[in-house]
């Protein structure tokens, strides 16, 4: 009988391939998504300063709506890769003590 790891202690199982998979994609996604948010820092337009046209405002609407959209899809995969870095890390320690 194999000795219990760290995951099986703490009701986890081991990460499949598969799971890996989904870890790298999710880790991809989320780097893209925050290089897109972080390269569109929305100001909003002074109207004192700047008249908008109706097509102009509409299309600042959309894209601070975009942003905002980002910025929770951001935050869901910090959550996601967090969770997925640690079932690493107790994956890649559970090899190391039962390898020896």
């Known amino acids: 009988m194999?000795?219990?790891t760290v995951d099986t202690l703490k009701g986890e199982s081991?990460?499949?391939d598969l799971q890996f998979t989904a870890y790298v994609e999710l880790r991809e996604k989320y780097e893209v998504l925050l290089r897109e948010a972080e390269g569109s820092s929305l100001v909003p337009p002074?109207?004192?300063k700047t008249?908008?046209?109706?097509?102009?405002?509409k299309r600042f609407e959309q894209?601070?709506?975009r942003?905002?959209?980002?910025?929770s899809e951001i935050a869901l995969l910090r959550k996601e890769?967090?969770?997925?870095?640690l079932q690493l890390e107790l994956l890649q320690g559970?090899?190391?003590?039962?390898?020896f």
């Open 63 to 65: 894209v601070r709506d």
């Open 2 to 4: 194999a000795p219990d």
């Open 14 to 16: 081991p990460m499949t």
């Open 46 to 48: 002074d109207k004192a």
């Open 81 to 85: 890769n967090s969770r997925l870095k």
């Open 67 to 71: 942003c905002e959209e980002l910025n």
């Open 94 to 99: 559970s090899y190391k003590v039962n390898r």
């Open 51 to 57: 008249v908008l046209s109706d097509y102009q405002f």
